[in-house]
């Protein structure tokens, strides 16, 4: 279905209707000649099959009974002789007999409009044929006498009976030259349709064509100059498409660039994260020098507490004796006192007693003094250790913090380095990435090159295109015609017809004023083709009608 | 009772006290003492002096004082009396003095039955010793009969 719609579209379409046109009126033709030579051979037929048969009857009939009658009047005269009479008499019977089936034939095919006649014909002939029998058995008898006297009554009614068929007959001769008239009348009348016709359909048909044309030129008009006007457009946005190809080709060389100097600041980078990565390495291995050493150092506390302790249990051995001493002191002092009492109670003689016991006690005295002060110093020294034994602790204790903290340092460290190798893993992948980028920015930079050649080359087929569409319109219209603002593309087509068309151009402004696309698109157009305020704007003065050689050529 | 010249002075909560030589016997560091029952507050029980159980008396509850800790100056002074020998705990014994008569002083006149226990004060560097009656304090207490706790022992 659509397949057979679109059978009527278009310009195949039209003419598909063109041919539908001409075929329908030939048929029409063909079937009003048809119809004529129909009535034509009807007529014909008419004439043979009846008109002419009816005569042929009735000349037959008219034959027949006159022969019958001849034949009787035959037998009569020849009654003298039997024999002779005989065969007169079956003969003029035979004719009667046939005569009967011709009156029989033609009462079956008579013309109604002679019916009335034929009948009365028919009358006369009964009234013969009953007298001739009669005639004629008399004959047979051999009474001459009385055969002619039914003869004479055939023979008076013989004219009428003739009579009547003679005028059937020039009717239907009549009839026939009447019918003949017709088939002329018929011919000459289809004739005068069909050349009716003929004329009729040839003048559609120049009708048809012509709009059919005008239709077609129109819509190829239309058509070329949308073409003209897209083509413009195409020229432009393919200028445009070139300019903003070459923009984005410097622009990827530039960004090739940007990217070379980029990897080159990422290996530097990379670099120095790798410096990062051995120093913190170099760190860690410090840090844990360190931290041995801070081991050591709280090992060496811990021997320097030890020795504290040991140095103050020596002094509570000390202290010890020193009580010890203190003891024997005191009890020294009290041997002295119990004999200075004993000197004293011994009166006088105990007197000289009484002073070694006082210098006993005096010894006494001063070693308990003595043990005193050392027990004072060893307490003293005592409390220094103990003070010592502290520090050092609080030393091992901040020696242990430190060594922890240098354990953290050094974890620290470790996790840097390993932070700084995934940086610089990280560098060296993004130095890949960046190759890549670098790569891919080439090729871009190539395919814009490629882009704005092709956009180039698009430009110059555009400007081709408008050039053909020249051509076309030119063909179409059989000049060039423009009554648009569009061609001032084509001006940068070709040299020839530039100044033609740049006056277009300029008289096409003159009437409709410049509108802003028109006079963007000049702009863009000026540095190429170089139009000056003279072209621009109309002189009519100036070279009135100057033909360009593009369109001598049509 | 005639002033004996030589005294020996031993302290009692913090004060110096005198005691005539010739009653002392003897001067012990401190032992220990067992305790005996129905007794006095002061008397701390008897002890073993060489095979001798003496009795002895807590000198400053004694005189009334509170009862001070032992410690290692702490002493036991053997004093002869008439019933026999008796232990007195005194905090310290310092040294046999021997007073010249302008050191020594009647004891203050204060009115009371407690004076009889004094025999005097004695001056030293400017300082006071007060010197104790012994037997007196141990006689009027009447308490102390040592030969009855001796022959209780034996």
């Keep these: ?554 | 009772m005639s002033l004996n010249q030589q005294y020996l002075t031993f302290e009692l909560n913090g004060q110096q006290y005198g005691a005539p030589i010739m009653l002392v016997r003897e001067i012990n560091r401190i032992t220990e003492t067992t305790p005996i029952p129905r007794t006095p507050v002061y008397v701390e029980g008897v002890m073993n002096l060489r095979g001798k159980v003496i009795p002895v008396i807590n000198l400053r509850l004694k005189l009334g004082m509170s009862k001070g800790e032992t410690n290692q100056h702490t002493c036991i002074i053997v004093v002869e009396t008439p019933n026999g020998l008796v232990g007195a705990i005194v905090d310290k014994v310092f040294s046999v003095v021997e007073f010249r008569p302008e050191q020594l002083e009647a004891p203050p006149n204060v009115g009371s039955k407690e004076h009889l226990h004094l025999l005097g004060m004695g001056k030293l560097d400017e300082r006071v010793v007060i010197l104790l009656d012994l037997l007196k304090l141990f006689e009027t207490d009447g308490v102390i009969d040592a030969s009855a706790l001796t022959s209780q022992a034996a």
Excluded at chain 1, 77 to 90: F, L, Q, R, S, Y
Excluded at chain 1, 193 to 199: F, P
Excluded at chain 1, 257 to 279: C, F, Q
Excluded at chain 1, 465 to 470: F, S
Aim: charged share 25%.
């Design chain 1, 1 to 554: 279905m659509g397949s057979f719609g679109r059978l009527f579209q278009g310009i195949k379409g039209n003419f598909v209707w063109l041919i539908i046109v001409s075929v329908g009126t030939t048929a029409i033709l063909g079937l009003i000649a048809t119809s004529s030579l129909d009535d034509l051979k009807e007529n014909a037929h008419r004439i043979q099959t009846v008109r002419l048969v009816r005569l042929l009857n009735l000349v037959a009939l008219r034959k027949s009974t006159s022969d019958a009658i001849r034949l009787c009047w035959s037998a009569v005269a020849m009654t003298e002789d039997p024999k002779i009479a005989k065969e007169k008499i079956i003969a003029a019977n035979e004719m009667i007999q046939k005569s009967d089936e011709l009156e029989k034939i033609n009462n079956e095919n008579i013309n109604p409009l002679f019916r009335e006649k034929f009948n009365q014909a028919i009358g006369f002939w009964k009234t013969i044929e009953h007298s001739a029998k009669l005639g004629l058995a008399e004959v047979e008898k051999g009474n001459a006498k009385e055969a002619k006297a039914h003869f004479v009554v055939v023979a008076a009614e013989a004219p009428k009976m003739t009579a009547d068929l003679e005028e059937i007959l020039s009717g239907s001769t009549a009839l026939i030259q009447e019918d003949v008239l017709q088939t002329d009348r018929t011919a000459s009348r289809s004739f005068t349709i069909m050349l009716g016709l003929v004329i009729a359909g040839g003048l559609a048909l120049i009708v048809i064509g012509i709009l059919f044309s005008v239709r077609l030129t129109r819509n190829l008009t239309r058509i070329t100059s949308s073409l003209r006007r897209n083509g413009g457009q195409v020229l432009q946005a393919s200028e445009q498409l070139s300019g903003a190809s070459q923009a984005l080709s410097s622009g990827s060389v530039e960004s090739a660039s940007s990217l070379e100097e980029t990897v080159s600041a990422l290996e530097e980078i990379s670099s120095t994260v790798k410096m990062n990565a051995d120093n913190s390495r170099e760190a860690a291995s410090l840090s844990e020098a360190a931290s041995k050493t801070a081991n050591l150092g709280e090992s060496e506390i811990q021997s320097l507490i030890q020795s504290m302790n040991e140095i103050a249990k020596g002094s509570r051995q000390i202290e010890e004796i020193i009580n010890v001493i203190d003891d024997i002191a005191f009890q020294t002092n009290l041997l002295a006192l119990n004999a200075a009492v004993e000197a004293a109670r011994a009166g006088e003689q105990g007197k000289g007693f009484a002073v070694v016991a006082d210098a006993v006690r005096n010894l006494a005295q001063r070693s308990a003094t003595s043990a005193k002060d050392i027990s004072n110093l060893i307490r003293l020294s005592v409390e220094k250790t103990d003070r010592g034994a502290k520090v050092a602790d609080s030393s091992g204790t901040v020696l242990r913090e430190i060594v922890s903290s240098v354990q953290k340092v050094s974890d620290l460290i470790n996790e840097i380095a390993t932070a700084s190798q995934e940086q610089s893993r990280g560098i060296s992948q993004i130095s890949k990435a960046m190759n890549e980028l670098d790569h891919t920015t080439q090729q871009n930079a190539a395919s814009a090159e490629e882009v704005a050649s092709s956009s180039e080359e698009l430009s110059a087929q555009a400007t081709m295109m408008q050039k053909e569409v020249t051509d076309m319109e030119v063909l179409l219209l059989g000049q060039v015609h423009h009554n648009t603002g569009h061609v001032d593309s084509v001006a940068a087509a070709s040299d020839s017809a530039s100044s033609f068309e740049l006056k277009s151009i300029a008289k096409s402004h003159s009437k409709k004023g410049v509108s802003p696309k028109m006079r963007v698109v000049h702009n863009s157009q000026q540095p190429k083709t170089k139009s000056k305020a003279e072209e621009m704007i109309p002189f009519d003065d100036l070279e009135p009608a100057k033909k360009v050689g593009t369109t001598d050529g049509f």
